[in-house]
C-alpha cells in the first residue's frame, strides 16, 4: 500500500480559456499535472481528485461544464473524488479520513488556485501532520488586485509558493518530482 498521496485540487473547466474564471497558464500547469499523474499512478501512488461546487454561485454551479475535471487529468475509473465547498480540501470533505484510512504519510498538492486552494490544502495537510510537497509548474493562478494595486500571476504565484516553502512543506518543479 503506497504512502503517499497525489491531491489534485481543482483542475476544472472552469479555469480553462473557454471557462468563466481563466487562470494565467492553466494549460501548461495542466500538462505537468498531468505529468506528476501519470508518474504517481505508475509509482503506485493514491491520486485524489479534488473539485470545488458552489451551489447558487456565479462560478462552479453544480451540474455545469465548468465543474467537470478538465480531460487533461481526467480522473481514471476506481480513483476517489472529493467535492468540496472551501478552499481546504479537508474542510468538511472526507479527505482526511480517506488518507488515513489508507495509511498516507505524504500528500503532493497539484492545481488551482495556487494562492487560494492549493494554498489552504497545503496548510491544511501540513497542520494535519501530514508531510507535504507542492509542485509549483503544476499549479497555476491569475493576477490580483487590491487597493487600487494589481499583481501579476507570476508575482502571486512567486510569492504563495515562497511563503509554503518557509514553513509548510517542499516546492518543487515537475522535472524535480519525477526525477526522485
Keep these: 500500500m503506497p504512502n ?3 491531491l489534485v485540487v481543482d483542475l476544472q473547466n472552469e479555469y480553462w480559456p473557454q471557462g468563466k474564471f481563466p487562470l494565467v497558464g492553466i494549460e501548461p500547469a495542466a500538462a505537468n499535472a498531468a505529468r506528476v499523474i501519470a508518474h504517481a499512478r505508475a509509482q503506485g501512488d493514491l491520486v485524489v481528485n479534488i473539485r470545488h461546487e458552489a451551489p447558487g454561485g456565479p462560478i462552479f454551479v453544480p451540474g455545469t461544464d465548468g465543474v467537470r475535471i478538465n480531460e487533461a487529468v481526467a480522473p481514471q475509473d476506481g480513483e476517489p473524488v472529493i467535492t468540496k465547498a472551501f478552499a481546504n480540501s479537508f474542510r468538511e470533505t472526507g479527505l482526511d479520513a480517506l488518507l488515513r484510512d489508507k495509511g498516507i504519510a505524504e500528500v503532493v498538492v497539484i492545481g488551482a488556485m ?5 494554498d489552504a490544502t497545503t496548510r491544511g495537510a501540513n ?3 501530514y508531510r507535504t ?3 509549483h509548474d503544476a499549479c ?14 507570476a508575482q502571486v504565484q512567486a510569492a504563495f ?11 518543487i518543479s515537475t522535472e524535480d518530482f519525477i526525477a526522485r
Excluded: K, Q, W
Design 140 to 153: 497555476a493562478t491569475r493576477d490580483l488586485e487590491f487597493n487600487g494595486v494589481t499583481t501579476p500571476a
Design 161 to 171: 509558493m515562497a511563503a509554503l516553502a518557509f514553513l509548510y512543506g517542499e516546492v
Design 127 to 129: 497542520d494535519l501532520g
Design 133 to 135: 510537497t507542492t509542485i
Design 114 to 118: 495556487s494562492h487560494m486552494c492549493v
Design 4 to 6: 503517499r498521496a497525489i
